[in-house]
């Protein structure tokens, strides 16, 4: 699905009100029944499984709750009973309200002679073996509540089998747009198949129990009207990403391509401002000055030819009177917050008018400082770990209220904020962009350095805060991506971002795997 909304294209994310809204629609407007609608959403995950298994004699245990989910199971259980596996269908019982097209499936399959085992309380459940296959259609889109009970009692024993489980749509007890409250009710999912668009849950660390690898299946919801909905949330994939590419022209110079101030180090991280000052230039800025102190000179110098140099005070940042007129500034790699650092960033940001990418310890200061987020010019983007973040907005109580407050920050102070993490987000205003590039090769010291180089590199050139903010953060995760067909996550260090940063560029105009959706 691409959004006009925004003023590029992107996969939305809906939340499961906006869900059942484009359920509705599409029922309407496309001329279909719910039943068909069901029939088709059900009939992809059985596709999905049946292409992997291709008929192997394994035991699937399908449970289906009472509403569409469970309708979903139904169907699902009905072609594999069809195709010959070994299935058995249970009713998870855990309510009298069935939904219309729950009840037609149900009749449907007894009519094939295959009658569900009904389960309504624990003596009812069945045995379950670690090699067998779940499949789980308890609780979907229409979760109200934390399962409780012998619901809550069933999710808790399909867990302790530590059998491999298929959820559908949902893993059961888990919300789309809030907390799980009771860690204990909700299923922890091997794979989930997700209908027509991730849901934030899947993306946040807080649910990293629950959900492992999921996919969408696209089930043909009426995209005009996903568009009406103005969705503010989405899911950055390579098709979200190739338009923003800027081609070069045949009489373009360096100075086309802007100039890139780097400033940050201190003594005994220096290397942190050598990293950003290496991806400023390897994605393209047309220059690239680094201004450091005294003791960063050499190292600079000698480990990056293509830079210039400006220095400041022996061992720290002092002064910040560099001579270079830049278009863009990345600040903080390395450093530092010792006082004489912190009073001369003060002046430095009060006198400062250059666009300017903050990460490390000069968000640390802002933290430390608050009222000194009104000097940055408005775009500034800000690139925290959580950490970082933590200072600069407080602690929050779960993932859902961290991004309430790094929206109500991004908001008040017209500034661009990337969480960094997994899935990396960028926060605009009242708009989400989550990333879906990146792994655990990622995790390496100085991998934050190179992601600001990327940012403050792209601004160089021209491409909006927000542009550089997406298109980096996407890069940066695809470098390690492509990585790890050539090596390992433990040696994937930072200065292999850059190493695979072509390979990340050129991907975007590998015709094949445009349609990453999944995780
Ligand atoms: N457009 C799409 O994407 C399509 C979606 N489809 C499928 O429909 C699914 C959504 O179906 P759904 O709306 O019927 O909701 P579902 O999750 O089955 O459960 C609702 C029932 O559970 C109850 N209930 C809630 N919480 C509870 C709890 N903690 N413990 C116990 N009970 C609880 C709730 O009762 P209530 O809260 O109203 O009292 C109600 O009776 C969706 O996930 C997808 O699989 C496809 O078929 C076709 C296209
Ligand atoms: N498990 C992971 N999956 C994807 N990306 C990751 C993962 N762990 C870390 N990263 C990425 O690596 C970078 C780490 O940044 P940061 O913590 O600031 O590193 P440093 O301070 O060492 O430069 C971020 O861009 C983050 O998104
Ligand atoms: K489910």
Redesign the pocket.
Known sequence: MRGFFYYFYAMYILTSNQ??Q??QA?IEHKNIT?LE??EH??TLCFNWLHSRLQGQNIEIHVFC????????GLVIARHLFQHGYNVHCYIVN??D?R?D?FLTNYNHLKELGEWPTVISSEKDFPKVDFEDIVID?I??????????GF?KNLIQYINSTKVFTLA???PS?LFSNASVIDKDSVLRAGHTLT??TPKLAFLLPENKNFINTWEVLD?G?DENFIESLKPTTHYITKNDVIPMYQSRNKWDHKGTYGHSLIIGGSFGKIGAVTLTTKAALKIGSGLVSAYVPKCGYNILQISIPEAMVEVDSDKLLTHYNFKTKPSVIGIGPGMGTAEQTAIGFEKFLKNNKIPLVIDADAINLIAQQPTLIEYVPEKTILTPHPKELQRLVGEWKNDFDKLEKVISYSLKHNVLIIIKGAHTTIVDGGFLFVNSTGNPALATAGSGDVLTGIITGFIAQGYSPLKAAIFGVYLHGKTADIALQKTSYETFTSSSILEYLPDAILDLFNQENTSSQES
Not at 65 to 72: A, F, R, V
């Open positions: 869900i059942k484009a359920d599409t719910s609608l069901m959403a059900a709750g009472i509403g569409n989910n469970g309708g979903d855990f309510s309200k939904s097209d259609a609780l979907g889109n229409g979760l109200t509540r934390k399962p409780a619901t559908i749509d949902f007890g209908f027509q089930i919801l």
